[in-house]
């Protein structure tokens, strides 16, 4: 028992060696992540959420919802950044959970990560199903209705849902290289989309529409005893910005990873967290927040105003935009499962990597099938605000890591430092568990069942198989 514990809290010294024996191909500059954290922030956050939150939540003062979410993402960033420049980066907040804490903590933080990203992937596809099915209806190609729909909802299956993982499995076993290049040109799509629709809105801005501009107060219930309010309303939209520490997952394929890692993260965080707070603005200052209770609220919004062209131009822009999301998110998965693989965690034999593609294709391959099935058959709903806590609770690992490895390991060259001492680590893990505490019952009953689920992995296998074993 003694032995075993000595495993389960002894930390993991990461070093660039372990990167480069890894077999992945490292080809990704520092413009190519931020471009990928774009990928990923930029989607289902403005696209969907922003509308939702501003209906249902907060009203116009939904920007002050993605400013307190935003800048808990910010602590958090400059937590990552310092992090990525320091031990490299290996899976994620896994990785530096592992370096900073030991391995029973990486396990539940990496198990709490593959949930986020898988759920993800697949509540993404459920809402790219919708678009993609209104987009071959409107030119009068349209899908069987039992074919957009999982059985629950009266259908047999969402098809489109379940292929647009699979077309990205295909692009994912490909090469990294090659999904990089994709999601460059697809962000540069949704980037045009939301650039007509700030030149549209602003010239159509209807002040009276921002009164009362806090309608719900910060916090409170409605009659259903759900929260409401501002700080209700940052607690969900803060599923707008969960891409960003996807970047650090791909440290093994950056070619300078302590340099690109920290300007990917930031940039794209810097740069996403202006454009929701100036498009959340523009969406209330057109219509009436009561009229945003919709799945897609920036298309509803313009044709609202008479501009049915535009309108399914933006629409087609959702549509890459979502796949973005997707692919940076699966990506992601992928590498955490490779890292936790390679760790012992779970099965040694997912982690091999192709020669040809440098991918780890069965990594790929099983995800893909997996989450393929969950989006075509099951309608995900809720399990946004699950993908929040899962991520709030890596951010706190993340934020406290920082302060134990200034301690722990205080001559560790750092090239990336997060600035003012430990206070931006002190507030994210402040704000970042405010957050967590204004979501639902319901979503922490799940994710206490998750984690559950977790340990039991954990001590029946995971324990017995690590690679720490030989190191004691």
Request: hydrophobic residues 55%.
């Amino acid at each position: 028992m003694k032995l075993k514990a000595m495993r389960i809290f002894r930390t993991k010294n990461i070093t660039p060696d372990d990167f480069d024996k890894s077999g992945l191909k490292r080809c990704l500059t520092g413009f190519d992540l931020t471009l990928l954290g774009i990928g990923a922030i930029v989607g289902t956050g403005i696209f969907v959420l922003t509308g939702i939150a501003a209906a249902t939540q907060a009203g116009p003062a939904v920007i002050l919802s993605f400013v307190i979410a935003g800048f808990a993402c910010a602590c958090a960033a400059l937590a990552y950044a310092e992090l990525a420049s320091s031990i490299g980066g290996c899976g994620s907040a896994y990785g530096y959970s592992y370096a900073a804490f030991g391995e029973l903590a990486a396990w539940i933080i990496g198990w709490d990560l593959i949930l986020e990203y898988g759920i993800a992937v697949a509540a993404v596809a459920n809402g790219w199903s919708g678009y993609f099915s209104n987009a071959l209806g409107a030119i009068g190609l349209p899908l069987p209705e039992p074919l957009t729909r999982a059985p629950e909802l009266g259908g047999i299956v969402n098809l489109p849902a379940g292929a647009i993982v699979l077309v990205l499995m295909a692009l994912l076993i490909v090469g990294v290289k090659e999904s990089a290049r994709l999601n460059a040109v697809m962000v540069l799509v949704k980037l045009l989309t939301i650039t007509i629709f700030i030149s549209l809105a602003a010239f159509n801005i209807n002040a009276a529409n921002w009164d009362p501009f806090m309608p719900f107060g910060w916090f409170g219930h409605n009659g259903e005893g759900k929260p409401i309010g501002v700080l209700a309303g940052a607690s969900i939209v803060f599923f707008a910005y969960i891409g960003f520490d996807a970047v650090s997952t791909a440290a093994e394929e950056a070619q300078h990873p302590k340099r690109d890692i920290p300007i990917g993260i930031i940039a794209s965080l810097t740069f996403c967290t202006l454009i929701y707070v100036l498009v959340s603005g523009l969406l209330t200052g057109i219509v009436p927040y009561t009229e945003l209770n919709v799945s897609s609220p920036v298309t509803h919004a313009l044709q609202l105003l008479g501009f049915n062209g535009a309108s399914a131009f933006v629409a087609t822009g959702v549509i890459a935009g979502l796949t973005t999301v997707m692919l940076v998110m699966y990506y992601a998965l992928t590498r955490i499962i490779f890292a936790m693989s390679r760790d012992g965690l779970l099965p040694l034999v997912v982690s091999t990597v192709n020669p040809r593609t440098q991918t780890p294709v069965r990594i790929i391959l099983v995800c893909g099938l997996l989450i393929a099935a969950v989006a075509a058959l099951v309608p995900l709903g809720d399990l946004a605000e699950l993908v929040n806590i899962g991520t709030l609770v890596a951010f706190v690992l993340v934020c406290a890591g920082v302060i134990v490895l200034r301690i722990t390991n205080p001559n560790i060259p750092r090239p990336f430092k997060t600035p003012a001492g430990s206070l931006f680590p002190i507030l994210g893990i402040l704000f970042c568990g405010a957050l967590m505490a204004f979501l639902p019952p319901l979503t922490w009953y799940r994710f206490i069942m998750w984690l559950f689920i977790g340990l039991i992995v954990y001590f029946g296998y995971s324990i017995r198989h690590s690679t720490l074993v030989n190191k004691l």
